[in-house]
Nanobody, 122 residues
Framework: VQLQASGGGLVQAGDSLRLSCAAS????????MGWFRQPPGKEREFVVF????????LPADSVKGRFTLSRDLAKNTEYLQMNSLKPEDTAVYYC????????????????WGQGTEVTVSS
């Protein structure tokens, strides 16, 4: 499986942006997936997790109510819809395939997309 994240850009606070993560190889339906982000000068942090068998999502408190994760199995793509963006959402965003362990730990994921940069200006 290879993951390709896209959709990042420069937006203003309060705007919305949709990131995509396309998978090649095996379909998304086989794996649980997650998104992480790495703000400038900071550690990578958990954003949201999705259980592909139930479509249940588990977002971080910092994005709850603003970010939603969905999927299009026909396109083998998942989408991170980000609304009400804040300057503190500025980061490089990564999609990743969950392997095992706590879903909020980056070490629990084994395959990562290349990242897409999101910049939110105030």
């Amino acid at each position: 499986v290879q993951l390709q994240a896209s959709g990042g850009g420069l937006v203003q606070a309060g705007d919305s942006l949709r990131l995509s993560c396309a998978a090649s190889g095996r379909t998304f339906s086989s794996y649980n997936m997650g998104w992480f982000r790495q703000p400038p000068g900071k550690e990578r942090e958990f954003v949201v997790f999705i259980n592909w068998s139930t479509a249940r999502t588990l977002p971080a408190d910092s994005v709850k109510g603003r970010f939603t994760l969905s999927r299009d199995l026909a396109k083998n793509t998942e989408y991170l819809q980000m609304n009400s963006l804040k300057p503190e959402d500025t980061a490089v965003y990564y999609c990743a395939r969950f392997l095992s362990g706590p879903y909020y730990y980056s070490a629990s994921y084994d395959i990562w997309g290349q990242g897409t940069e999101v910049t939110v200006s105030s």
